[in-house]
């Protein structure tokens, strides 16, 4: 019986654990829908300029740390990070990012580029853009070029103010040095 | 600081990049190759919008304090558009597409609820699945479509929901086929696989012309998707080609006759990275086309090359030809066993026009007046002497390219620029030739 019960209860943490990773799509993203940690959003952007082809991307922030903690990491990855302005802590976010061609025929590489993502508070519908920080982030970083088909995870930081509890994690394909166009994808940084 | 009549463009762009009062000065409109003199006068004179000394208003756009108004930040939002029209009469319905521009100016067939349906049924994806997003150029705003949506514009071309799985491929690609540019771009499809045969498409005689319907109706329906689902197409605003582009109506959509291909030449979508048994669509994008016939002693395949090394137009550095069968029989029986010899031939063998070459290399030519060789000697031949280097030929020392229009250098791209695609029913040795590239290809099988 106690088996059964324990086999039960696996199965139904699996099942609630598939469940969380359900991936969303992007046409229900927004800065008031932003997505929750662990739940991936599938979106598609496009490379090329007139020769325009369209890739499929998955996005899931798969874990944050904050305050002391992230501290604590920044410093393991370099001793000598600057401690936040006043009335500011850093954030790091580890993000998993799952680029696919949509046929055979699409083989250009997706530059994610140093600062895709951006950091904002929001308030109300209006959103203000955090300061970008420049240090050193635990290994792996979020930054490079992605082939079709595969996936990189890493890390990304930022400086948020200690009493902003939602702050927002902002994707746009066309800035900090990414090269494409799509949607831009919005993305929970607290539980 | 941009032209007048890039208005709508910047507009957009300071929106989507939530600056929607972005300080903006425009110039008079066009610029390029337009005389110096002309162009000092503009900068000198009022902006054509608000009428103020354009000078004045860049100095004050730059120094003056930000207001409120300009502080304001904000991403651009749209209305949703209704999923359905009130009743009324087809006529009535019918005028009013054409006064929305929803048309291509000719006839549509009105998609009730009932024709979409149908429509829907040649799929199994859902009809709110999202297929794509396309924009009339890479700095306006994106649209994005579901199966649903390119179904009505299926309906409204005219196809028969058979071909809807081909023209989904095409809408999966993302590309509009009235790209905003002041040049009047134009597009091409080919489709390759059993899709052919099974929705009847023409691959015979006359095949590039208004003769079938699956020809017809899918490359009208691209048209139909670009205005529609992708906001382009809108002349003066969303669209901006200067003459226009008589290749839009239905972007020269034609099937490759892969049972005309000479033994040893690979269909289109094979030399693409597809099985031969897959349905595929490849798109091209180019601005114009020649129909040759030239019967003289050099055999086809030297009347070709002589062509590719003459032919010009806003594309000089990339090329696609269109053979009929008979004509790639005659090609490979000299010597080429695959498309792509032939096109190595073509591009190894290829010179550029002198006053081509001199206009596009500037860096040459300055070495060419320093004396420096072999450019010097290439230099005193005159403008009307072929310079021996090739302009198809990718990484080399070609003709400069117009990189703002070309594939990336990581995508793997072939050795040359050069695309060849057999078609055609065999009753005269013509073939075409046009400043066309490979855009990209898309399965059909994936939207069955």
Redesign the interface.
Known sequence: MKNRMTIFIMALLGLMVAASLQPV???DNS?TNPAAINTPVRS?I?????????YDITITVLETVRGNAAMDRLKAASPDVKAPESGFEYVLARIKFDFKG????????FALGDEPLQWVALSG????EYARVSVTVPKPALVGRIKPGSSMEGWVAFAVRQKDSKPVMVFDPDTGGATG????LFFKLSQ | MITARFKELVTTISYKKGIPNMRITYTPHPITDRPRDLCDKYVQGPDPNTGQPMLDEIYAGLTKPLSEEDRKAGFLKRDPRPRLLPPDTPEKLLEYFHEQNFTDGNPIILPTEQKVAEMLRATSRKPDEWVGQMRPSPPHEAWYYTVEMVAVNAVMAGAKPEYFPTILAIASKGLTSMFSSTSSFARMVVVNGPVVKEIGMNTGIGALGPNNRANSSIGRCWTLISKNLGGSGKPGETYLGSQGNQLNYNNLCFPETEEGLPAGWNPLHVQKGFKKSDSVVSLFSGWSFNDIAWYSPLPIHEVIRGWLEHFFSFGTTQATLVLDPIVAADVAAKGYPTKEAFTKYLADNTGTPGWLYWSQNANALKQAQSGVEPYASWYKQGQGAVVPVSRYKRGGGGVARNTAFMASKDSGEPSNSIEIVVTGGGTNTFWSGGDFGYAGSGSVDQWR
């Open positions: 799509m992007a046409q800065p598609m496009e490379l090329g300029s007139v020769y325009t082809n369209i949509r046929y055979v025929s699409d083989n250009l590489p519908s209006d959103l203000t166009r799509g949607k831009t």
